[in-house]
């Protein structure tokens, strides 16, 4: 039984296609559509990384607080 369970593991891991890593250039039945969709794949991966790297600078830089705070009250005597 355990052998049973063992040869389907392997075989649905040796069958199932793992997903690539980027996007996929070559779409498109014709050379002016697999142009078109080529540059449309470029411009949205270009805005993905621009977006992140605006996120990675934030999230870099140093925040500022320059509110005052309420609670604290000077006590002149």
Known sequence: MR???L???VFGLTT????SLGPNYNQGRSHN???AKRMKI?????TR???AMVKARKSASKKVNNTKSKKFKKIIR
């Open 3 to 5: 052998w049973l369970i």
């Open 42 to 46: 470029v411009y949205k991966e270009d």
């Open 16 to 19: 199932c296609r793992l997903h």
């Open 33 to 35: 559509s697999q142009r």
């Open 7 to 9: 040869i389907i593991c």
């Open 49 to 51: 990384m621009k977006k």
